[in-house]
């Protein structure tokens, strides 16, 4: 059971799927999946993983599309996990205070944001200070 779990696990199939198919409980095969440590939908990012976004992000300075490409996540997550950190910091005072907007909220000059105040017209706003 655990082994054609496991099969569909790496040909990408949603959990759901898999117990549905297979008949039995959603934990059991969330269970299989993280004892086989497969990158599968919805698993978080490790300790590892996360200083490497991070070193890659401040020190090599690459993009989120570039990070994920090379250790084979999606954008979404490294975005997230990118956005979390910084929006942390900030909390921490170590930057800006950028709060995360419960819903979007309009920027006169970018539209919608998801970040507020927007990134885009404070950094504008320290550049021509």
Not at 5 to 28: N, S, T
Not at 91 to 109: N, Q, S
Request: aromatic fraction near 6%; include cysteine; glycine fraction near 8%.
């Amino acid at each position: 059971m655990r082994r054609a779990i496991l099969k569909r696990l790496m040909q990408g199939r949603r959990l759901m799927d898999i117990a549905v198919e297979h008949r039995v409980p959603y934990a059991f095969v969330q269970a299989v999946a993280a004892e086989s440590g497969l990158n599968y939908a919805g698993q978080h990012l490790s300790d590892a993983q996360q200083r490497e976004v991070r070193r890659r992000r401040e020190k090599a300075g690459q993009s989120i599309r570039e990070i994920a490409a090379e250790m084979g996540l999606p954008k979404s997550k490294i975005g997230r996990y990118s956005r979390r950190v910084y929006l942390d910091e900030a909390a921490e005072g170590d930057r800006i205070g950028f709060t995360e907007a419960a819903r979007p909220k309009r920027c006169p000059v970018h539209g919608l944001v998801n970040v507020w105040p927007c990134v885009a017209c404070t950094a504008l706003g320290a550049v021509r200070d």
